[in-house]
T-cell receptor, first 114, second 114 residues
């Protein structure tokens, strides 16, 4: 199993540009989520999904869109990038949310918005 | 509301000495607590979790954590630190009302010196 994969690893955008961060998992996990990691702030939940066709907002959803058309993929879209979105983005997955399930994380995408 | 706090940005310890990384939590309902480790330029890796049962939880790489309900703490410990333990450590709590949501602490950088 490849686990959770993310592409690209690095990306530089100009303010106002759009892009999609890709996330895929091959563990047949129902639950997937996106976090951003900023220094001194830990990880903050952006959006999550409990299955294909179902998404919901986390703590910091503004400026980001998601969709879940398949169990395997959960892309994150930045419609109009802003410098405040410079961060490291992590995708995670787990089985359907029971108390004991553990999340598995991808390697991250480092995004810089100029 | 659920939250965790990691009061120390950085912990320094000599190789061979015991280490403790602190975490306190605030939850409504039963706490579901997790520790993750992040090595440079990598995603988060699961170390251990407390769901119920024994207050001392054993995890990967010789780490353990002590759950203390009266002090609302879940400190990560290791009897003898290794230089290779140097990394960023995150405490996390699962939302008891929505198992699909996790809340992370701000992270503690552990430095183990030879």
């Amino acid at each position: 199993n490849a686990g959770v994969t993310q592409t690209p690893k690095f990306q530089v955008l100009k303010t106002g540009q759009s892009m999609t961060l890709q996330c895929a998992q091959d563990m047949n996990h129902e639950y997937m989520s996106w976090y951003r990691q900023d220094p001194g702030m830990g990880l903050r939940l952006i959006h999550y999904s409990v299955g294909a066709g179902i998404t919901d907002q986390g703590e910091v959803p503004n400026g980001y869109n998601v969709s879940r058309s398949t169990t395997e993929d959960f892309p994150l879209r930045l419609l109009s990038a802003a410098p405040s979105q410079t961060s490291v983005y992590f995708c995670a997955s787990s089985r359907r949310g029971t108390s004991t399930d553990t999340q598995y994380f991808g390697p991250g995408t480092r995004l810089t918005v100029l | 509301a659920q939250s965790v706090a990691q009061p120390e940005d950085q912990v320094n310890v000599a190789e061979g000495n015991p280490l403790t990384v602190k975490c306190t939590y605030s939850v409504s309902g039963n706490p579901y607590l997790f520790w993750y480790v992040q090595y440079p330029n990598r995603g988060l890796q699961f170390l251990l979790k407390y769901i119920t049962g024994d207050n001392l939880v054993k995890g990967s790489y010789g780490f353990e954590a002590e759950f203390n309900k009266s002090q609302t703490s879940f400190h990560l410990k290791k009897p003898s630190a290794l230089v290779s333990d140097s990394a960023l450590y995150f405490c996390a709590v699962r939302d008891a009302g929505n198992f699909n949501k996790f809340y992370f602490g701000s992270g503690t950088k552990l430095n183990v010196k030879p």
